[in-house]
């Protein structure tokens, strides 16, 4: 998925990174060249908000641990999501 405008940083690099930017878990420069790319890019800002949104509701429902059961629901919800989102793009587009 892409925006279609080309980016210093490739879109599917970011994605992979993802969750080590949300977590902080990166370096400083490589954190300075995504943040760059989520200004310019709204597939992948629109990715980083749910990604971030989900792990801070698993954060909050289950500060202990998460069960197998409930990981499954909030994965199964991602997946809702996205087709969610995609869908709404086509009924954008084809307006
Ligand atoms: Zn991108």
Redo the contacts with the bound molecule.
């Keep these: 998925m892409?925006?279609g405008k080309p980016?210093d940083k490739d879109?599917s690099e970011?994605l992979e990174r993802m969750f080590e930017f949300i977590d902080n878990e990166i370096h400083t420069a490589d954190k300075s060249e995504i943040e760059q790319?989520l200004d310019e890019?709204w597939?992948?800002l629109e990715k980083y908000d749910l990604e971030r949104t989900v792990k801070s509701l698993v954060a909050r429902s289950c500060a202990e641990h998460a069960p197998e059961s409930l990981r499954d629901k909030v994965l199964l919800r991602i997946r809702q999501v996205q087709v969610e989102i995609t869908e709404t793009r086509i009924v954008t587009e084809t307006d």
Excluded: A, T
Aim: charged fraction near 0%.
């Design positions: 892409s925006c980016h879109c970011v790319h890019c597939p992948c």
